[in-house]
């Protein structure tokens, strides 16, 4: 079993920074893929915002070049670095593991981009 604790949201102003941490916890081996994925209004669909496996990340174009997924394979922890925020990135951030085969989600954490 694989548990995900994302940490590091809050409120933050337009043309702010935050930066999101995912760290796993459990019997886990390899070098997974993670990411994140966000949810900007209760009932709207959850959209993947930033992924990353061994070699590669890849980004929705809505954040290209705003956002940055990085991860430490060591810690079994995936970071999102948030920069030049705009108030529609305001959502709850979900970390995301695909391991083998199998989807393990965090519970979340929530960014706010307000003045």
């Not at 702010?16 to 209760?42: E, H, K, T, V």
């Not at 951030?93 to 391991?99: A, N």
Request: aromatic share 10%; with cysteine.
């Amino acid at each position: 079993q694989v548990q995900l604790v994302e940490s590091g949201g809050g409120l933050v102003q337009p043309g702010g920074s935050l930066r999101l941490s995912c760290a796993a916890a459990g019997s886990i081996f390899g070098i997974n893929p993670m990411d994140w994925y966000r949810r900007q209004a209760p009932g709207k669909q959850r959209e993947l915002v930033a992924a990353s496996t061994r070699d590669s990340t890849n980004y929705a174009d809505s954040v290209k070049g705003r956002l940055t997924i990085s991860r430490d394979n060591a810690k079994n922890t995936v970071y999102l670095q948030m920069n030049s925020l705009k108030p529609e990135d305001t959502a709850v951030y979900y970390c995301h593991m695909l391991y083998y085969g199998m989807d393990f989600w965090g519970k979340g954490t929530l960014v706010t981009v307000s003045l």
